[in-house]
């Protein structure tokens, strides 16, 4: 309940207070003055006093009971779910991120409260991109990243990418906007490129991996509309032409980002190597490559780091912060061609798959596969 619903709730009882007052006889108010004197009142008073409290306490441990166990459901359900390989095609022209729309239909797509890890990792031996989450979560990304990218291939993978070989050491850094109420504004035209370009230094005993969770947000948006119109302040005495000329420009920018949709992410650089010196610099290196491709207007930073990888193998949420869905496209979008120029060992789909020739198929008749003979 916001603070117009409590308002409005007030003023509500108010007025029946004050309709009961005026609509009582004489005969009523001497009736009232009597129970009031004969102190039948404190009992029934001092247990409304006593239980309605805490029945209000025990519903909202309840509640708070409740939503920690569904929560916990479905953290289980993402970190037991499966992990695949998304294998782009080595002919895809190079990928605007501008032009994806692809995180503003997951952002309702995926199911309730769940989210999705879309995930980069790098080795001296491959990159490769790779799709986690519950088996529910990653069947509804699937559909939209097929639709958003035609002929993309999916493997099944046994080696999860944030599991490290025996004796490695891990660490991770976890990047957010400063605020959720300024656009998070990309300095180059592929935010990605500068990540990859990391990934593909790392050499010998060691692996990257860029991680980045996302769920839908549900109450960002709310915001951001609320506070275009306290910027726009109409009717508000403005002291100056050029004060009213920033607040109209950052109106203008909170309206264009109210039209987007919002997701709640976390992005998380992982460092995995034989020493644990090594691991510290993949993950910071990595994460400097991410914060040095957005601009001063909300600057991404590093703002956590650990060197447990339990919550980058759980898929779990760490530091969050609301990204709208072109912002965080820029970011999370599989790769065109012009990639595997900076990235050579990235893994990329097999030939085209084309369906077979009618002369080649094998009909339950058949005791041969046919085939085709062309006679010169």
Same mark, same amino acid.
């Given at each position: ?54 029945? =209000? ?51 309702? =797509? ?267």
């Amino acid at each position: 309940m916001d603070a117009d619903q409590k308002k409005m709730l007030g003023l509500g009882a108010l007025a029946a207070l004050i309709f009961i007052f005026l609509s009582i006889t004489p005969a009523q108010k001497r009736a009232f003055r009597t129970w009031y004197k004969s102190g039948a009142w404190v009992t029934p008073v001092v247990a409304v006093a006593v239980v309605g409290p805490s029945t =209000a306490i025990g519903v909202k441990v309840y509640r708070v009971r409740k939503q920690k166990a569904y929560m916990t459901t479905i953290a289980q359900q993402v970190a037991t779910g499966p992990t695949l390989l998304l294998l782009p095609r080595s002919d895809w022209k190079p990928v605007d991120p501008s032009k994806i729309n692809l995180w503003g239909r997951l952002a309702d =797509a995926l199911p309730h409260d769940e989210q999705i890890s879309l995930e980069i990792f790098g080795s001296e031996t491959e990159i490769a991109f790779a799709l986690h989450g519950s088996e529910n979560g990653v069947r509804a990304a699937l559909t939209q990243i097929k639709a958003e990218w035609p002929g993309v291939q999916r493997r099944d993978t046994s080696d999860d990418p944030t599991q490290p070989p025996e004796g490695w050491a891990g660490y991770w850094c976890e990047c957010a906007p400063a605020t959720w109420d300024k656009p998070i504004v990309p300095l180059t035209t592929d935010p990605l490129r500068g990540a990859i370009v990391e990934l593909n230094g790392v050499v010998g005993q060691g692996r990257g991996l860029l991680q980045i969770l996302a769920k839908h947000d549900y109450g960002t948006k709310r915001k951001v509309g609320q506070r275009a119109v306290a910027a726009r302040g109409e009717g508000q005495q403005v002291p100056h032409a050029g004060v009213k000329a920033l607040r109209t420009k950052e109106a203008r920018e909170l309206e264009s980002r109210f039209d987007r949709n919002f997701l709640q992410v976390t992005v998380r650089a992982v460092g995995m190597a034989d020493t644990p010196e090594r691991a510290q610099g993949i993950a910071r290196g990595l994460a400097r490559a991410v914060c040095a491709s957005y601009g001063p207007q909300n600057p991404v930073k590093v703002v956590k780091e650990g060197q447990d990888l339990t919550t980058a193998r759980q898929r779990a949420f760490g530091k969050m912060q609301a990204w709208a869905d072109n912002e965080l496209a820029s970011l999370a979008h599989l790769v065109g061609n012009d990639m595997l120029t900076v990235a050579p060992r990235m893994k990329v789909a097999s030939a085209k798959s084309l369906p077979v020739s009618p002369a080649m198929r094998v009909i339950p008749t058949d005791t041969l596969a046919r085939f085709a003979e062309e006679v010169r």
